[in-house]
């Protein structure tokens, strides 16, 4: 029998072999040892903060990039507070390392509205912060405009020398760090990228931050900063003629986040100047924001759940009580969140709306999550001993308990990429045709494909996978014109975080499809479905002990049709992976205390919040995959998912 | 040799030498620094408390408070040197200050009323940028190299770093715990046919990752299948080519075949000399730092809070 398994080795190996790889290399490096064709799963973070974000080092954040990216891959770092021979007196390790990371510090030198934003720190009590405080819209002008941006041309020398050289400083160690850190041998462990934080922010202080990843090491000298330009259009064009059309090799994609502290701006008609986003605008979006953070450290943007949506119950999941950050300190500009304040579920259907007038969908992102964090501590999302990401912490009491952070933050989320290898261009070439999905910390793996012939038995082969891409597309992509007169079909397909040995995995209960349509009067529609799993399989936690109860799945598999296809109308699909219930970050702490709060007596100081209104002491912690779209109009669809969607791409990407 | 004897010379050289000892006086004369007052201590542990959830030791609330001298003296220090004068950052933020008060006049005119006004001290961006240059001068840029004894010592102490774990090529065949309340069962039956040669495609139920895996290290198969599957397999070592014993997992039951084993390696010093120079400096720049930020403790000198300064 040995022959049967030499020539099944040697079609296994075949694709590294004789197949060109699916994505363009654009940099030197050694080729990974192993390449599969099938795709395996990469988890990292997207969103990370070092001592060179403001709002970071005035906590006293000292987490150098290369630090952090020493974090992502398994050392242990040391964070605040430090003692006198700079040692820190707490520190922080992965129980699992991460295959990725991008270090994304704000582009601005001095993120003073961060700042004034923090209690915390110092400089919250500083006479500027107290003025941004009660006259938002005079500090707006301060700190955002073009004017006072306009004031650093007279510092920066004749030749504009001085302040060159001192931003090229901070931006120059981001890339060593992100070189050093790459793992450019054949073994392929680790990938690190360039990117940054543009902190922009509408005129009434509502959050349109956007990451921005390069590629590879060809980046442009300086980062674009809100300061340089404080509209999103005004980024994408420095995007396009600073990097993607340079025609350096420059490559780059741009993810929005934190659209639920947007009300509603980041994803409107109009730019953060009032100015009407043109149609070319919007192509320039569309080819640049190809992936949008659907959850992170300040709350998820699924969806909206509050009065008029009701229904999806799993949307209050990590929803924050305001819709602008600026909401949390003001009360005079604090509302409570609401439905059209950006939430993705509806963003995505304004997409679909605006495909009608602009021919292609500005809004068509896939998801990841990440953590957002402001230790330089990517990857730290365990619910269990959560130090906090510094976050706006109000100061606790003197006394010896309280939350490392606030309570309406969590420690964010995984960003999980489905690709060929762990090298720059597979995972970017991954992100750009959207093959992600995020997690809310845990590490479940997550199959989503839809197509027009995929087999119903499809859960029962062994080699889904493979069928599953010739019969259709993975999540992120397009489902190709009506081929035949039966439904599309999709596959999900879940296995639970295995966990670890200190930590095992919560097992899942359920995996639901949510779909998102226009109906014939032009109205936005959403639909959940349940498709795998139960509901009402009785798992439950003990808020009082954090201990879990009940049976779940192990693996849940479904090849669902939709009911209500109407191939008329134009539709998204995503799926949301669910697990058993457990305990949030903040409940465990309050356990860990003896906090009863029937028992008031049993409440120390420092931890009212335990028993407070707003606090949600159990959570199904959960997957988003990224969206599978559906077009009834096949003049913009080529059944591939990347480059012609939208009429300004010129990628030369092979697949 | 008349000029010596002019009044003139001696008038410039007396000048010159009490200028020098002015200078002398000035670059090492004590300098008084205000200490930290009840409420900054409070506000230190709080801080603390807030960042850890636990009440600092005795230790750490002198290392805390040691801490915020420190940073005080260099941000004195800075102030002494002039920091806020040249540095681009600093001065971009005073004009940004001085327009946000509406102060009137040139650029350079707006930036002296601001820090006339102090606006560079009660603004903690400044403060903080500042003592960052301090801390940068402090690590220095020295060009000392370590000696082979330096990186050896730093190889010595750190072994563990520099494994390389084992590496395995496997198939496998899945037995899912969700199916039947017997994997292990089935395990065993399909074990006896596949050690009697027959073919594994038709064995076990789909596995999201597939089915054949290379080059995995324990620690990898930890992250996949959970710790009970690394911890079976690494008991036991397996042998090449042969079928294991049914191997839980967090999803069932596995029949395990080994393909190829990469055993596990140290690097060489050499190999990791890099990472060795590196650790070298890091904590060299951090020793400078330290002596550095030394220095400065002798020449503050803390008064009680409320003192003149």
Sequence with gaps: MRWVWIVWWLLLALPAWSAPPSFERTEERQPCRHYNALKIPLFGDTHVHTRYSL??????????????????????????????????????????????????????????????NSPSVDGYNAWQCKVYRRWPRAAFFLFNTRASAGGRLGLCGDDGNRCLTAALAPWQEMREAAEQSYDRSDNCDFTSFVGYEWTGASENLANLHRNVIF????????????????????????????????????????????????????????????????????????????????????GSSECFFGPGQMEDELCAFEQLPYDKFSGKFMNLTRSAPAADDGFLRDVLNDGLKLKKELGFNPYQMG????????????GAVSETDFPGHGGAGEPAAANNKGLPDDLEFNPGGVAVVWAEENSRDAIFAAMQRRETYGTSGPRMSVRFFGGWDLDRE???????????????????????????????RFIVSALMDPGTLDSPGTALQ???????????????????YEVAGDANNGASVNPLTCEQSGDGFKHLCRVWTDPHFDPAEDAYYYARVVENPSCRWSQQ????????????????RGLEACCSDTHRPVIQERAWTSPIWYSPNTDSLAGDTLNNDTPSEKHSNKD | MRFLRQPLLHFLVIGIALFALQMYRDATAPIDIEGLDAETRLQLRDDFVRQTGRMPTQIQIVALERQELDSRIL?????RRNFHRDDAVVLQRLLRDANFLGIEGSDDEKIRTAIALGVHE?????????????????????????????????????????QVPARLSFQHVFFSADRDADPEGRAQQALEELRSGADSAGFGDPFLHGRAFRDKSYRDMTYMFGSEFSDALAAQPPTVGQWSEPVPSAYGMHLVRVTDIVPATIRSIDDVAAKLEQLWRDDHERQALQAFIEQLRQRYNVVAPGDDV
């Design chain 1, 55 to 116: 709002d970071a080092s005035t906590q006293d954040t000292r987490t150098t990039p290369q630090q952090a990216y020493r974090f992502a891959r398994g050392e242990r770092i040391g964070i605040q507070p430090w003692n006198d021979e700079g040692k820190a007196l707490r520190s922080l390790k992965l129980a699992r390392p991460l295959d990725f990371a991008v270090v994304t510090d704000h582009a601005e030198l001095i993120g003073e509205v961060s700042m004034c």
């Design chain 1, 215 to 298: 590629r590879n090491a060809v980046v442009p000298d300086l980062p674009f900063s809100f300061v340089d330009n404080p509209t999103a259009r005004g980024l994408w064009q420095n995007l396009e003629s600073s990097c993607l059309d340079a025609g350096t090799g420059c490559d780059a994609l741009v993810i929005p986040h934190n659209s639920n502290l947007s009300d509603g701006y980041m994803f409107s008609p109009q730019d953060a100047d009032g100015v009407l986003l043109t149609a070319e605008d919007q192509a320039k979006r569309s080819r640049l924001e190809r992936l949008v953070e659907v959850m992170q450290h300040k």
């Design chain 1, 367 to 378: 998801f990841i999550a990440s953590t957002d964090t402001h230790l330089g501590a990517p």
């Design chain 1, 458 to 488: 499809l859960c029962e082969a062994p080699d889904f996978v493979e069928r599953s891409y010739l019969g259709g597309v993975p999540m992120g992509g397009q489902l190709p014109p009506v081929a035949n007169p039966e439904d599309p």
């Design chain 1, 510 to 528: 359920r995996i639901q499809i949510i779909k998102g349509w226009i109906d014939d009067a032009g109205n936005k529609r959403q639909r959940v």
């Design chain 1, 589 to 604: 702490i309050c356990v860990a205390n003896g906090v009863n709060c029937a028992n008031p007596g049993t409440i120390p």
């Design chain 2, 75 to 79: 941000y004195a220090e800075a102030l």
């Design chain 2, 122 to 162: 009660s603004d903690e961006v400044i403060r903080r940028r500042m003592i960052q240059r301090m801390e940068r001068l402090g690590r220095g840029t020295s060009s000392a190299s370590p000696t082979r004894d330096d990186l050896e010592q730093i190889y010595e102490s750190e072994t563990d770093r520099w």
